[in-house]
């Protein structure tokens, strides 16, 4: 294995240190720490090949941009490979065997007191003291044996200089994270394997001349996620624009270099990299390796952020035990129902009532707190509502599922005994909203659902669930609402099926239902949907049913009748339910048949409906005197296409045998049209 030198601000378990470790030993490579006092002698110690590469903070979500950092970058001529997230979280760190009474001094950065203040204010009898580096005091009480000394610091701290964590999370503000750049002399290749950049330069200083330069970004679907712009030493008034950015395929990256190179009066591409997983355990305990500090040649150890993790596998509690089945669907199946808005008390009890009559529903959904993407709009009744429902509860036995958003969202409804959370799609997208939501729900015995994020990405979902089992919730269920993808459709939301059955492969142990409500947006395509749904093995559904859905204050296209809904589910094919045995026999293989069939005609649809507008093309070509072949298009497609079955895991031969049919096939057809 290699050996690498990692050159990092501050000493060993410092925030810096997780940084380095998360990042470098992710990549299984074997890894030493190189202490420096400043910033420019860790990039010195990068730049003159004393460290194979460095991690440097770069932006703090309270501090700040770093700005001397940006200009070291430049000063070094250093590449940036990579970037990682990590959340400052303080702990009170002593020697073993004390309690926070015996404390009577605490040394600490300034910043790290100030931002710990409230703990402190109810501990008079510890006085603090100001000092350079806070892993550095963990590491003086150490090695000098301080007793009724402590320091604030990571848990990494804690582990490498053995000492005991007398209190965790001290920091008044829990959204506090530092966005690390892993930095090199050599730069990564630009490829498909990237999908974000830095980069400064300098335009005329002149009116709109930024304003242009930009626009060159967002014309070829570049995602700009910072823009900061840095003094240039000697020139008063003069400034570098550094600017991170993002995209989907690295094609548009490359066009849009090549558009914005003459526009700029000077260019510097930092690095292409790899956009830094925003999926992280936000306690910051993670798998990282260290050694201890008093034995450099001791194996490494491996920090288990669960033991719950040691098979690689999340250890859920079966639905079947704290979720009834619905009396009028199979009973391997799990159904959630209700409307789409709590809007009145006797509209609440009343759509109860006939679920539970029916028999539809064992599970009683209502939007209490209802995020509308436009103002205006009902956004629910919040907390009064809440009593509502334990009414319903109490007079029907159905569970209560509610949507939360926030940490105080939990925190009600566990007082108003509610059963099931969910983490809706706009708060799947925001993993510090989800830390929030998971953290209020440690300790609980409540079952959580997350929904699919609204954009298609699949590990931001997977995060979600993550960040969750975590923090010990062990009834979890996934739900597929289908992903907004800007593609003309006849449904609300795309379904996207391949995320669905990804996210099957990688979380088995989950449940998945599907949400046909959201996904359609109109109730003449529940049907459709649904039973596609089965077909490719989901373990049910969520619903939404009105006692009068036209005239429902939210989503009234979607929403049906309880009795409708009944006789919808009575006209699926019910398949044997995924993870039963059943479902395991020699049957499977009939239901993956149909699966196949239904997908393979949707297939055909599409590439029927493409080739109609390859006419189009075909004829507007011609009407215009234009070449029907046109190379550079027909690479910018391909460029695309491999990019996208690489992310969902197809191989490269394979997309381009399949789009070199189709290109002959549309060239044939322009030729002739």
């Known amino acids: 294995m290699a050996h690498h030198r990692i050159a990092i601000q501050g000493v060993a378990g410092s925030f810096h ?12 490579q074997d890894i030493d720490i190189l202490e420096c006092e400043t910033f420019d002698q860790l990039c010195e110690a990068v730049a003159n090949n ?15 941009s770093i700005l001397p950092n940006y200009a070291l970058l430049q000063a070094y001529n250093l590449s940036v490979i990579g970037e990682t997230y990590v959340r ?16 009577h001094t605490v040394q600490a950065h300034p910043m790290a007191l100030l931002q710990c203040r409230d703990f402190f204010a109810k501990y008079r009898h510890i006085h603090l003291e100001e000092a350079f580096d806070t892993a550095g005091i963990a590491k003086k009480i150490r090695y000098e044996n301080l007793r009724g000394v402590a320091a604030i610091a990571g848990y990494l701290a804690a582990e490498l200089y053995q000492l005991d964590t007398l209190a965790e999370s001290l920091e008044s503000n829990k959204q506090n994270f530092t966005r690390f750049l892993a ?15 830095s980069i400064g330069f300098r335009v005329a200083h002149t009116s ?78 993670h798998r990282i390796s260290v050694r201890e500090p008093d034995d450099p040649d001791a194996p490494h150890e491996v920090l288990e952020p669960s033991k719950k993790h040691l098979d690689g596998r999340m250890h859920i509690q079966s639905w079947r035990q ?144 993550e960040r969750v089992y975590r923090a010990g919730i062990n009834k979890l269920i996934g739900i597929h609402r289908g992903f907004s993808t800007h593609e003309k459709s006849k449904f609300r939301n795309h379904p996207t099926w391949a995320i669905p059955m990804q996210f099957r492969e990688r979380l088995p142990d989950i449940p998945l239902l599907n949400d046909p409500s959201h996904i359609t947006g109109k109730r003449e395509f529940l049907a459709e949907v649904a039973q596609k749904a089965l077909d490719l093995g989901m373990n049910g559904f969520i619903i939404e049913s009105h006692i009068d859905p036209d005239n429902a204050w939210t989503d009234a296209a979607q929403q049906v009748t309880p009795e409708a809904l009944q006789e919808l589910l009575a006209t699926l094919v019910w398949q044997p339910a995924y993870g039963t045995n059943t479902h395991q026999d020699t049957s499977k293989l009939d239901i993956l048949r149909s699966a196949i069939d239904r997908l393979d005609a949707e297939f055909v649809e599409l590439l029927a409906a493409r080739m109609h507008i390859v006419r189009e093309i075909g004829a507007y070509k011609r009407y215009h005197n234009m070449d029907i072949l046109q190379p550079a298009r027909w690479e910018e497609i391909m ?25 002959r096939e549309s060239l044939a057809l322009q030729e002739s049209s």
């Open 322 to 465: 704290w979720i009834p089945p619905a009396r009028a669907i199979p009973q391997d199946y799990i159904m959630i129902s209700g409307p789409c808005s709590a809007e009145t008390e006797e509209q609440v009890l009343e759509t109860a009532r006939r679920i539970a009559a029916t028999g539809v529903a064992s599970v009683y959904r209502a939007g209490i707190w209802k995020p509308r993407t436009r103002a205006g709009g009902f956004e629910g009744h919040g907390t009064k509502a809440l009593p509502w429902l334990q009414r319903a509860k109490a007079e029907t036995g159905l569970l209560m599922a509610v949507e939360v958003a926030t940490a105080q969202h939990v925190e009600d409804c566990l007082k108003h005994g509610i059963d099931i959370l969910w983490i809706g799609a706009r708060t799947t997208g925001n993993p510090f909203s989800v830390q929030d939501i998971a953290d209020a729900a440690r300790g609980t015995d409540v079952g959580m659902m997350v929904k699919n994020p609204i954009s298609p990405d699949l590990e931001l979902w997977i995060g979600g669930i």
């Open 183 to 197: 930095i090199s002399r050599t730069a990564n290749p630009i490829s498909r394997e990237y999908n974000k950049a």
């Open 208 to 285: 709109g001349s930024l304003a242009d330069a930009l626009s060159i970004f967002k014309r070829n679907h570049i995602n700009l996620t910072k823009i900061q712009s840095i003094p240039i030493i000697g020139v008063p008034y003069e400034y570098m624009i550094h600017v991170d950015m993002v995209w989907d395929d690295i094609s548009d990256f490359q066009q849009a270099l090549r558009e914005f190179k003459p526009q700029a009066l000077e260019l510097k591409v930092f690095g292409v990299y790899k956009e830094g997983e925003k999926n992280i355990d936000l306690t910051t305990k």
């Open 17 to 28: 240190d997780i940084a380095a470790r998360r990042y470098f030993g992710s990549t299984g």
């Open 639 to 663: 460029q695309k296409r491999l990019a996208q079955g690489g992310k969902l895991g197809l191989g490269e031969e394979f997309i381009k045998a399949i789009f070199a049919d189709i290109h």
């Open 88 to 103: 400052i979280q303080h702990n009170l760190l002593a020697l073993p065997g004390q309690t926070i009474d015996d404390i």
């Open 50 to 64: 004393t460290a194979t590469a460095g991690m440097m903070a770069i932006e703090n979500t309270i501090a700040g």
